[in-house]
């Protein structure tokens, strides 16, 4: 069926058959590849964006049910919480293979966006569905209470 | 070391329009130069206007070489890490093998950077030593008097950025022997400040993986596998799939190992492949269980072993320990694990103009896919053709001697008219089940205590499947029938033991399968540290101080490993818990590296242990990228304690019983409070760091676990008695 999809600020008009995950059209269709397929069944996080600024699993997200939101990936990440998160990122170095990183810098974004000054329980807890296979989560940690310290200057 | 230089390379390529300098080595190992890389391995290239490319043999699934390699050619050179850039070589094994693998180009066993320190810093040095030659007789200078810093050369009252001399650098020859930085001078090498190259790419999304490709034309495949070890596809029924939409066509595997489903997109071959029903043959497939396996490797670990692995004196020992004042015995049994790297695997192969083929992977082992790829479409080795992209992790997983799923993408590409690019795509199901996994083993140990505590024998045996036996590796790694990634770490200890047996027995395989993240070390650690505590219990002695004594009046292998011991216990309060919390200790060599981990827990294995603190001291000779070297320490002990915890491959009839992360937990944030990392200062060659944090992480834990609570020998923890908050 045609759908049109609201992507990082554009309009886009793309062909799926009901109850295709929006994960697939985000890549294979629209060919954006931050967004990653990592176990297709919610246990992971790879493939978190938003939708209307709340991070969801696209890999479990059917793409009908996408229409009409604003949905933003990792390329269409813009903001003042997104820069400082990429910026914490960057500054400690968090990654190792990266392939979980979108993901968790699309959680970790959705949580600053809701809680400026979370604690390490919180940030914990927040994050406990994304899955790190590298287990770079001390920097994950240390990288959003940095990013947390940045959107307060 | 001769003089060597790729004339006959400059001059072919000298018509070239922009000069370019690549320095590395012929396959003699000298060092040499030229304009075009036709005559050498270049591991540095610089281009007319300056720009400085390190070109990494190793591969990157996220253990620093595009950042070590890159930093050894930028301190020699001169030029600051945000002027240079990197990129991978081509598969090439005449020109990039792994000095540590012979003939085989490769990344294992932790060894890029042991591999590589120097030759990437002669190939820097003689760049550097090239281009301040050129500037010297440009300015009519005596080169001693100039110096190339941050990419500026300066002297003599001149100053030009190096990009003006590399054109005059094409006559030059290399020099033999460039000097070398004292390790005083260096400025790159050591410095804590020195950020990952790839960090950017990996947090806003562009970076490119195997599975993110998408060449124009492309067909997605996706294999229905045997799901016992043996059975054999014989036909299949897709009438269901005929109704996804996208799917093309399947088609039995010409080795029956499966049936590849082709379809236009990733989506649809999923669909697809759940709508069809395959014939199986399994009348020579594996049926045993898990359950099975592990009886018959404690069955053989309690009889005579199959190989003597030292040559000791077994009888010897068996006196030793029968005659001792008291005897402590264990057990222990490891199941099988599979790695789970985050990207599934995944490669893609395209037919070219000439009638060869392109693999677009994240490649850990280039020439193992090469030559399959070389063998199964009958090509020369220069018609195949590797791109090597980045990998989404591997812990093992993407380095199988069988070239396990390159194979399948070639065979399935070849059952094509080879006019559209076929991207094999596994899902995490197919990578769970899929075999190649840590084998299961067991460990028998009895150990002889004298009436002061002291050690009279040690009598260890153990039953493992053998990685190696099988494979191409096999004659390179095992020795008089001894699988030495079977014993590593045990026969091998740097403990002074007096009376130490080391017996190895094989038994069948179940299942495929493979390296996990330190090899043998997984287990063997785990043994020889718990047994450490265990024995130092039963003397009366602390943990520290009697592998301390086992490690006295020996030479620098002792001590460094008791370096690195007494390192984590002090920055770690050995002994100085604080309240409601337990620590447990284990050290272990391995891959060159010394590492000691200190694991702090509170609560209990009946109320829930929590991991509150691991403390870390490794010892990698010169550590070079010191933040890459503390994070794969964090990754590798998180690696280690998540599988400990929970994680277990089990067999039912010969299938595999686990899926997905939902049955196969990966570790979370949650689950470690925090890790501390200590690099001991050194003066040694660099040695690998992307496993040694593994292997003491698991005993550490058990070690902890038992101060008050019970002796965990068989993993999981979570199955065997130990609950976690
Ligand atoms: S791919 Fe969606 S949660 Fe793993
Ligand atoms: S960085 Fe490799 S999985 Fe997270």
Known sequence: MALSLKLNGRTHQVEAEPGTPLLWVIRDELKLTGTKFGCGVAACGACTVHLDGQPVRSCQTYVEDAEGAEITTIEGLDSKVSKAVQDAWVELDVVQCGYCQSGQIMSAVGLLSENPKPTVEEIDDYMNSNACRCATYQRIRAAIQRASEMMEA | ?725
């Open chain 2, 1 to 725: 070391m001769t003089l060597n230089t790729s004339r006959r390379g400059f001059l072919e390529s000298a018509a070239a329009a922009a000069a370019v300098l690549y320095v590395g080595v012929r396959p003699d190992g000298a060092l040499a130069a030229g304009a075009a890389p036709a005559q050498l391995n270049p591991f540095v290239k610089i281009d007319a206007d300056g720009t400085v490319t390190a070109i990494v043999k190793h591969f990157e699934k996220g253990q620093g070489p595009a950042t070590g390699l890159t930093t050894l050619i930028a301190e020699e050179l001169g030029v600051s890490m945000e002027d240079i850039q990197y990129e991978f070589a081509p598969s090439d094994p005449s020109r990039y093998a792994n000095l540590a693998f012979g003939q085989m180009q490769g990344t294992g066993g932790s060894t890029a950077m042991a591999n590589s320190f120097m030759q990437y810093r002669q190939a820097g040095a003689a760049a550097r030593e090239m281009l301040i030659k050129a500037a010297a007789e440009a300015w009519g200078a005596d080169a001693t008097e100039l110096t190339l810093e941050d990419g500026v050369i300066k002297g003599a009252g001149q100053e030009a950025p190096l990009a003006e001399f590399v054109a005059a650098t094409a006559q030059m020859e290399a020099p033999a022997e460039p000097r070398l930085k004292d390790p005083s001078e260096f400025r790159l090498i050591g410095n804590a400040s020195v950020k990952r190259k790839d960090s950017l790419p990996k947090t806003n999304g562009t970076a490119m993986y195997a599975m993110d490709l998408h060449l124009p034309n492309q067909m997605v495949a996706v294999i229905i596998r045997t799901p016992r070890m043996g059975g054999l596809a014989s036909g299949f029924d897709d009438a269901g799939a005929k109704a996804v939409k996208g799917y093309i066509r399947a088609a039995v595997l010409p080795n029956q190992a499966g049936v590849a489903v082709y379809a236009e997109d990733t989506w649809a071959a999923f669909q697809a492949r759940d709508a069809i029903t395959v014939d199986w043959d399994f009348s020579n497939a594996e049926s045993r269980s898990s359950d099975q396996i592990r009886e018959e490797l404690l069955a053989a670990v309690n009889a005579e072993p199959e190989y003597n692995v030292t040559g000791a004196d077994h009888a010897a020992t068996t006196e030793q320990i029968e005659g001792a004042a008291q005897v402590v015995e264990q057990t222990f049994y490891f199941p099988l694990l599979a790695h789970a790297p985050m990207e599934p695997l995944t490669c893609t192969i395209e037919a070219d103009a000439d009638g060869g083929v392109t693999l677009h992977d994240g490649c850990q082992f280039p020439t193992g896919p090469h030559m399959a790829l070389a063998q199964i479409f009958q090509l020369p080795m220069e018609k195949v053709r590797i791109n090597t992209m980045f990998a989404g992790g591997s812990f093992g997983r993407r380095a199988t001697p069988t070239a396990d799923y390159q194979v399948e993408a070639a065979l399935a590409f070849a059952l094509t008219d080879r006019t559209r690019p076929v991207k094999l795509v596994w899902s995490r199901e197919d990578d769970i089940t899929g075999g190649y996994y840590r084998p299961a083993v067991a460990h028998r140990v009895r150990v002889g205590l004298d009436a002061a505590g002291n050690i009279t024998g040690w009598d260890h045996r153990i039953a493992a499947q053998s990685i190696l036996k099988g494979t191409a590796f096999e004659s390179m790694m095992v020795h008089g029938g001894v699988d030495h990634s079977s014993v590593e770490g045990v026969a091998d200890t740097p403990y002074r033991i007096p009376g130490q047996f080391t017996g190895l027995t094989d038994v069948a395989k179940a299942t495929s399968v493979l390296w996990w993240r330190s090899v043998g070390h997984t287990h063997t650690a785990y043994v020889m540290e718990v047994m450490m505590d265990e024995a130092a219990r039963a003397a009366g002695r602390d943990p520290v101080d009697f592998r301390l004594t086992l490690l006295e009046g020996g030479g620098d292998d002792q001590q460094r490993l008791a370096g690195v011991l007494i390192l984590a216990a002090d920055k770690g309060g050995w002994g100085s818990a604080p309240e409601g919390r337990s620590q447990g200790i284990a050290v272990h060599k391995s891959f060159g590296s010394y590492v000691a981990e200190l694991v702090e827990i509170s609560g209990n294995a009946d109320g829930g242990v929590k991991i509150e603190k691991v403390t870390c001291a490794v010892d990698c000779g010169i550590a070079v990228n010191p933040d890459v070297i503390k994070a794969q320490m964090e990754g590798g002990i998180g690696y280690g304690l998540g599988h400990a915890m929970r994680n277990v491959i089990t067999l039912t009839g010969g299938e595999v019983d686990q899926f997905n992360f939902p049955d196969y937990e990966p570790l979370r944030i949650g689950d470690i409070g925090a890790i501390e990392v200590h690099i001991v200062p050194s003066a040694e060659m660099p040695t690998g760091v992307g496993e040694p944090g593994t292997p003491p992480s698991a005993p550490a834990l058990a070690n902890a676990i038992a101060v008050n609570g019970p002796r965990v020998t068989a993993l999981p923890m979570n199955l065997n008695g130990v609950s976690f908050a």
